[in-house]
């Protein structure tokens, strides 16, 4: 958008180094508005170019991202502290995502016939999902491309112009990606950035969006909701996690393990959907846990996870360590004193109280929870036992499908960490404090459409229900009708 008149600034640091790696306007409520009402143009010519229109331009977006994938990692990496190999997994998620989403948006929001029931037998039904308009995206740092982009290229391919507002904490991945799109899209203004604190944030729930699609934390989705409740907007919240590992007692140890120290540490445990609670068996609880250890010994900050994005973080994690630890829990690797200036290192927790902080809130740094259970119903009902509900996994070889069923998450994986996520065509979303709507998959394409009913009457109906000119004789022969259809029991 254009920053003639933007006044202030602010920096995007490398938070590893304290390096600034751009300078970005800080928007205001005004320049929000005026990027909107840009928008608005842009969607009415972007859902003009149909399925297929779209899927060409969508498609040489995903080109460039593919084949600029090392800058774009580069970015990434400098901006968030991450390993470049995680800035790649991230990316290449995005762009499977970005694929599926451009492939499927006709089979799953084009027109397609309904039956029209035997008393409207005459008329030609149909329904098909058309854009809402308007998308606003607030998006999150830990994941600075996949997680947006699980928005953006799904209202993108459902037919919406979007203005995207990433996290202050990275900025300059946001810039590279809508840059990257206007290569694709020179026309019109289909995908802006706008750049800029919380009330940035604020400005976009406010404006005359027809959606808003926010990931964070559960209290700025509150607050976006108030926001977005004035005008009746509706929204999508991808808040935060409590997630918890189900270990069976025919459990792969070894898998569970490597699952669990992946699943809690890497990107510093700044995932959403991140590993942060454990509920093994008692059986196999001594043998995981001392697997667990071993990994988690090899685990080194600063090469296999990076600093912490956001330094107020630090204060979060030190805090649930401390607490775990004066409650009686005890740190079989990392503890007091695992939080540094900048990184954390990996900590795993045992005899932690459940109704400890390390155990109840989001923690979202490298710290895990271990805790033994007599038998699996008292794992799943410990791990529904939070206001959370985002992912699961669970490792066991007979009961997988059973525990992962009964697990109240929007999401599970057995026998691998974060699965669901990769999987383009699966819904991702929460239950409870983790937020609600669905990005991904069919549902995450119809989360940015408006189902149109179409009802087209073939020939004249033999009963003329609605009229005024309905006789008696017709009432009777329909009471008649339904109770022969309806009322046998
Ligand atoms: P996190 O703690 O993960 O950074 P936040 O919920 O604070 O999560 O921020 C996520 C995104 O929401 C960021 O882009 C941030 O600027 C934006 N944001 C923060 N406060 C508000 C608000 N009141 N209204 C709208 N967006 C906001």
Not at 182 to 190: H, I, L, N, Q, S
Not at 264 to 289: I, K, M, P, W
Not at 391 to 417: D, H, K, Y
Request: charged content about 20%; some cysteine; hydrophobic content about 45%.
């Amino acid at each position: 958008m254009t920053t003639a008149h933007a006044v202030d600034t602010f920096d995007s640091l490398n938070p590893a180094t304290d390096e600034v790696i751009g300078t970005f306007p800080v928007h205001t409520a005004d320049q929000v508005e005026e990027a909107v009402a840009r928008a608005k143009d842009a969607a009415a010519w972007w859902a003009g170019l149909g399925f297929s229109g779209r899927a060409d331009r969508l498609a040489a977006w995903k080109g460039i991202l593919a084949r600029r994938l090392t800058e774009l990692c580069k970015l990434v990496s400098e901006e968030t502290g991450k390993p470049t190999g995680d800035a790649q997994l991230e990316s290449v998620l995005a762009i499977e995502h970005l694929a599926w989403a451009t492939k499927n948006a006709h089979r799953v929001l084009g027109r397609k016939r309904r039956s029209p029931g035997l008393l409207l037998a005459n008329q030609a039904a149909s329904v098909e999902y058309q854009p809402l308009g308007v998308v606003g995206v607030i998006g999150p740092w830990n994941y600075p491309v996949h997680t947006p982009l699980g928005s953006v290229s799904y209202a993108l391919a459902a037919g919406n112009a979007v203005v995207f507002k990433p996290s202050e904490y990275t900025p300059a991945v946001g810039t590279w990606l809508v840059d990257a799109f206007a290569e694709v899209v020179p026309e019109y203004p289909v995908l802006q950035l706008v750049t800029g604190f919380g009330p940035t944030g604020a400005a976009l729930s406010h404006a005359e969006v027809d959606k808003i699609a926010f990931t964070g934390s559960a209290a700025t989705g509150r607050k976006i909701m108030t926001a977005a409740a004035k005008r009746l907007t509706p929204v999508v919240i991808e808040a935060g996690g409590k997630d918890p590992v189900l270990v069976d007692e025919d459990a792969d140890l070894d898998a569970a393990a490597e699952a669990t120290v992946w699943g809690a540490f890497s990107n510093a445990g700044q995932t959403c959907a991140g590993v942060e609670r454990v509920y093994a068996h008692e059986r196999v609880y001594d043998e995981f846990l001392a697997k667990v250890v071993a990994l988690t010994e090899q685990v080194e900050p600063g090469q296999d996870y990076g600093p912490m994005t956001m330094p107020s973080q630090l204060a979060i994690v030190r805090r649930h360590i401390a607490d775990a630890l004066a409650r009686g829990g005890r740190a079989l690797v990392g503890g007091e004193g695992a939080v540094g200036d900048r990184y954390v290192r990996p900590t795993v927790l045992v005899d932690v109280p459940e109704d400890s902080e390390a155990v109840r809130e989001e923690t979202f740094g490298p710290t895990v929870t271990i805790a033994k259970v007599a038998d699996m119903d008292e794992a799943v009902e410990k791990a529904n036992d939070s206001a959370y509900g985002l992912g699961s996994t669970v490792f066991s070889r007979r009961r997988g499908m059973e525990l992962a069923r009964r697990l109240r998450t929007g999401q599970t994986a057995i026998n691998a960490p974060f699965s669901f996520v990769g999987i383009a065509s699966l819904p991702f979303g929460g239950v409870g404090e983790s937020g609600f709507g669905r990005i991904h998959g069919e549902e995450g394409l119809r989360e940015f459409a408006r189902p149109k009913a179409i009802a087209r009457q073939r020939f004249t109906a033999p009963l003329a229900l609605t009229s005024f000119a309905r006789s008696a004789k017709t009432e009777a022969l329909v009471g008649k009708l339904i109770s022969r259809l309806h009322g046998r029991r």
